[in-house]
C-alpha cells in the first residue's frame, strides 16, 4: 500500500494522534506526516503511507495556505487561544485601515521567532515542554516567507485574514507580532490550513470518512509523485532508467535548461513510471539519484 492521503484533521488531535489512528486503521506500519498542524488547528494534513513516506520532506518543503481568524487586545503565552493571557487592551478604536496597511509590513521575506511553546527542538527536546518545566528559553528567528496576506472579513476585535506562506511559517507568530506592530497586542483565535503543497481542503477527508471507506481505499491515495508537483519532470530512455535503477548518475541533453533552473526533478520512464528522484551535481554536470522507488 503506497500514496498520499489527504486529510482533514480535526482540532484537537495532534498530527501523531492522526498518524497513529491511520496505522491502526490501514494496519500499516509506514505511515507519516508531511507538515506537523497543531491540535488547536483543523484542515489539510498530508499523510504518507508505504514508499510515499519517502516523499514526506519534499512535501513538507512546500507552500501553505491557511484561514486564521486572530483576536486584537488579547496577548497569550502560546500565542494562540490555548493560553494563559498575559495582557488585554482596549481596541475600540483600531480602524480597518491600520489593520490593512499593518499587513503589508508582514508581506514577503522576513525573519520570524518561532513561538517558544512550539515543538522545536532544543538540545534535542521540545520548546514547549522547556517552557512547561519552567525554563525561560529564547528561540532565534528564522527566514520565512508570506506572499499573501488578505482580510475576508472584519469583525472586530476579530479579524480573518487568508494567508499564503512558505515553509516554516507559524501563524502563531504572526498574530503576535501583528498585534505588537499595531500596538494593541494579538493571539490567534482560530486555524483551518487551506492547503498543503498541492493538497486542497476541498478534497480533504475526514478520519471518519476514511474508516468508512476502507473498502475502496485505492481511490482516496494519491500516487507519492503528487508531492512533488513543483518540481520538473524528466523522462528518460530505456537504458537510462535501467542504469538509474542501479543508483547510477545520469545526464540527459534534451533537458539542459532545467539543468541550469533546478536542482531537484522527478525522473520518469518513457511509459510514464515514476522512477526516482534526482539531484543535479554542478561539478560533475549529472544528475545523481537520491531515492529510486521499485513499486
Known amino acids: 500500500m503506497n500514496g498520499i492521503l489527504n486529510i482533514n484533521k480535526a482540532t484537537g488531535m495532534t498530527s501523531h494522534d492522526v498518524v497513529a489512528k491511520i496505522r491502526w486503521l490501514l494496519k500499516e506500519k509506514r505511515v507519516g506526516h508531511a507538515g506537523t498542524l497543531d491540535p ?6 498530508p499523510i504518507c503511507v508505504g514508499q510515499a513516506t519517502r516523499v514526506a520532506e519534499y512535501l513538507s518543503e512546500s507552500g501553505k495556505a491557511y484561514l486564521a481568524t486572530i483576536l486584537f487586545g488579547t496577548v497569550t503565552d502560546t500565542y494562540d487561544a490555548e493560553g494563559t493571557i498575559l495582557r488585554t487592551s482596549n481596541t475600540a478604536d483600531l480602524p480597518l485601515k491600520s489593520v490593512e496597511e499593518a499587513l503589508e509590513h508582514f ?28 525554563e525561560d528559553i529564547t528561540l532565534q528567528p528564522r ?6 496576506l ?5 469583525n472586530p476585535p476579530f479579524v480573518t485574514l487568508a ?8 501563524i502563531r507568530s504572526l498574530a503576535y507580532d501583528l498585534g505588537e506592530y499595531l500596538g494593541c497586542g494579538a493571539s490567534l483565535h482560530s486555524l483551518v ?9 476541498a478534497e480533504s477527508i475526514t478520519l471518519d470518512q476514511l474508516a468508512d471507506a476502507l ?34 548518475a545520469f545526464r540527459d541533453p534534451r533537458d539542459a535548461s532545467m539543468r541550469q533552473a533546478n536542482d531537484v526533478a522527478r525522473v520518469y ?17 549529472t544528475w545523481k539519484p537520491k531515492k529510486v522507488f521499485m513499486w
Open 40 to 45: 488547536a488547528a483543523s484542515g489539510v494534513l
Open 107 to 134: 508581506l514577503g521575506p522576513q525573519m520570524q521567532v518561532p513561538p517558544r511553546y512550539s515543538a522545536i527542538k532544543l538540545q534535542g527536546q521540545p520548546a514547549y515542554k522547556r517552557m512547561r518545566s519552567g
Open 143 to 148: 527566514p520565512i516567507v508570506i506572499y499573501a
Open 150 to 154: 488578505q482580510v475576508t472579513e472584519w
Open 163 to 170: 494567508i499564503e506562506c512558505g515553509k516554516g511559517t507559524y
Open 193 to 201: 490550513r487551506t492547503r498543503s503543497g498541492p493538497f486542497h481542503l
Open 215 to 248: 473498502s475502496s481505499l485505492h481511490s482516496l491515495l494519491y500516487p507519492a509523485d503528487k508531492a512533488l508537483e513543483q518540481y520538473p519532470a524528466l523522462t528518460l530512455d530505456a537504458a537510462t532508467v535501467e542504469s538509474v535503477r542501479h543508483g547510477n
Open 269 to 285: 520512464s518513457d511509459d510514464g513510471y515514476f522512477l526516482a528522484i534526482a539531484e543535479w551535481d554542478p561539478a560533475q554536470e
